[in-house]
Antibody, heavy 122, light 113 residues
Framework: QVQLQQSGPGLVKPSQTLSLTCVISGDNVSSSSTTWNWIRQSPSRGLEWLGRTYYRSKWHYDYAVSVRSRLIINADTSKNQFSLQLNSVTPEDRAVYYC????????????WGQGTLVTVSS | DIGMTQSPDSLAVSLGERATINCKSSQSVLLSSNNKNYLTWYQQKPGQPPKLLIYWASTRESGVPDRFSGSGSGTDFTLTISSLQAEDVAVYYCQQYYSTPYTFGQGTKLEIK
């Protein structure tokens, strides 16, 4: 059974960097049949897909336009995990952040991490 | 981007009655080469991540009770709960995975009348 365990701070200061990690068990971050995604949820924006990474002979990255200039997603094969770094955060970035797997022949988000509520405040 | 619009925003149904939630996409999510609709439904309860219910618009995920069913094609889709149970109180979301950016409906809050 695949499980995703998120970690990272719940409070970030404005203009600083939000960093979250998602540790994978039961699957491999380098799998050629999956993608690894970050999604956030807030009352104002609902569920919003942020971006993904996946390995197909090399690493690929796709980002939502809304965060493209501020977001970096990385994979760490030695720890079987992937991460999110969102730079220059503002109070608008307050949300619950989720990591999630997509198995490409099915295409849906399953499973999800447990979620991390991130607040942006000084 | 493909816009997803659900209706209604909230719904109150009596126990044992049918609940119907609609989802409309701004463009077709049907891929003609494989005749599959890239549309999924999730259920979310407070404090939990969304849970996969239905994919390919009508395929029930393993373990999901058969009172949940999905239908529709192209741009118009429906999630039906045939006989509402107390544990079905939740927010339901549709999502398209036809193209990135993946997009979600705004959610439908289902309550007991």
């Amino acid at each position: 059974q695949v499980q995703l365990q998120q970690s990272g701070p719940g409070l970030v200061k404005p203009s600083q960097t939000l960093s979250l990690t998602c540790v994978i068990s039961g699957d491999n971050v380098s799998s050629s049949s999956t993608t690894w995604n970050w999604i956030r949820q807030s009352p104002s924006r609902g569920l919003e897909w942020l971006g993904r990474t996946y390995y197909r002979s090399k690493w690929h990255y796709d980002y939502a336009v809304s965060v493209r200039s501020r977001l970096i997603i990385n994979a760490d094969t030695s720890k079987n995990q992937f991460s999110l770094q969102l730079n220059s955060v503002t109070p608008e970035d307050r949300a619950v952040y989720y990591c999630a797997r997509v198995v490409t022949y099915v295409g849906v988000f399953d499973p999800w991490g447990q979620g991390t509520l991130v607040t942006v405040s000084s | 981007d493909i816009g997803m619009t659900q209706s209604p925003d909230s719904l109150a149904v009596s126990l044992g009655e049918r609940a119907t939630i609609n989802c409309k996409s701004s463009q077709s999510v049907l891929l003609s080469s494989n005749n599959k609709n890239y549309l999924t439904w999730y259920q979310q309860k407070p404090g939990q991540p969304p849970k996969l219910l239905i994919y390919w618009a009508s395929t029930r995920e393993s373990g999901v009770p058969d009172r949940f069913s999905g239908s529709g094609s192209g741009t118009d889709f429906t999630l039906t709960i045939s006989s509402l149970q107390a544990e079905d109180v939740a927010v339901y979301y549709c999502q398209q995975y036809y193209s990135t950016p993946y997009t979600f409906g705004q959610g439908t809050k289902l309550e007991i009348k």
